[in-house]
């Protein structure tokens, strides 16, 4: 079936530690996002790239690191200079163009101990 | 003035109520909108996308406003199983030629009760 796939759903990282999310995608969408969730809140954008080898920062790309090395790969790296790293990280794609329906794969929540 | 502002919630409904979201945006060049539903510690979800012309999807109806800038969704006959957030979706119009972003409100929390 087609879509996004994110991993891991839950990870626990200890301060200090840089973690990799990955996300997959298998709908030759040209354009990919990351989005950070905190409890209550809504989705801000870290990181965004429309085409291979391209990416641009979102609203609070601090602390966090991408690559678009493939169309179907956008992995997101939460660096030790991510201060409050906890929340809900969403990855998402579109085929880039107005009008087209966003899709989510189904988040990976990352914890600090 | 933020980009995309949702009605504040909790709403609380009795079943079978009719309840109305409003979504309003700042940027008059946005290209599209959507409605997302968003259950608890799930992603969110494509409800329904957001025509000029309105649409409607069974017991639910979305209509768009360009001239007042604002989108909103209506749900008639209110159901249980539609207790969750709901988010207002405007794709954007970024930097450089093809350059879209999308960005979300912060969603509405909707409460069906019994």
């Known amino acids: 079936d087609g879509g996004i796939t994110q991993s891991p759903k839950y990870l626990f990282r200890k301060e200090g530690q840089n973690v990799t999310l990955s996300c997959e995608q298998n709908?030759?969408?040209?354009?990919m996002y990351w989005y950070r969730q905190d409890p209550g809140q809504g989705l801000r954008l870290i990181y965004y790239?429309?085409?291979?080898?391209?990416?641009q920062k979102g609203d609070i790309a601090e602390g966090y690191s991408v690559s678009r090395e493939k169309k179907e790969s956008f992995p997101l790296t939460v660096t030790s200079a991510q201060k409050n790293p906890t929340a809900f990280y969403l990855c998402?794609?579109?085929?880039?163009?107005?009008?087209?329906?966003?899709?989510f794969g189904e988040g990976s929540w990352l914890t600090v101990v | 003035r933020k980009e995309v502002e949702q009605d504040p919630g909790p709403f609380n409904v009795p079943e079978g109520a009719t309840v109305a979201f409003n979504c309003t945006y700042s940027?008059?060049?946005?290209?599209?909108f959507f409605w997302y539903r968003q259950d608890c510690r799930k992603e969110p979800k494509l409800l329904m996308s957001?025509?000029?012309s309105g649409n409607e999807d069974g017991r639910f109806t979305a209509q768009l406003n360009r001239a007042s800038q604002y989108i909103s969704l209506l749900i008639r006959d209110s159901k249980l199983s539609d207790s969750a957030t709901y988010l207002c979706?405007?794709?954007?119009?970024?930097?450089?030629?093809?350059?879209?972003?999308?960005?979300f409100g912060k969603g509405t929390k909707l409460s069906v009760i019994p």
């Open positions: 709908l030759n969408h040209d354009a």
């Open positions: 979706v405007v794709n954007l119009l970024g930097s450089g030629a093809g350059s879209y972003q999308l960005t």
């Open positions: 790239s429309q085409i291979v080898n391209d990416f």
């Open positions: 998402a794609s579109t085929m880039g163009g107005p009008g087209n329906t966003i899709y």
């Open positions: 957001v025509y000029s």
């Open positions: 940027n008059s060049a946005s290209q599209s």
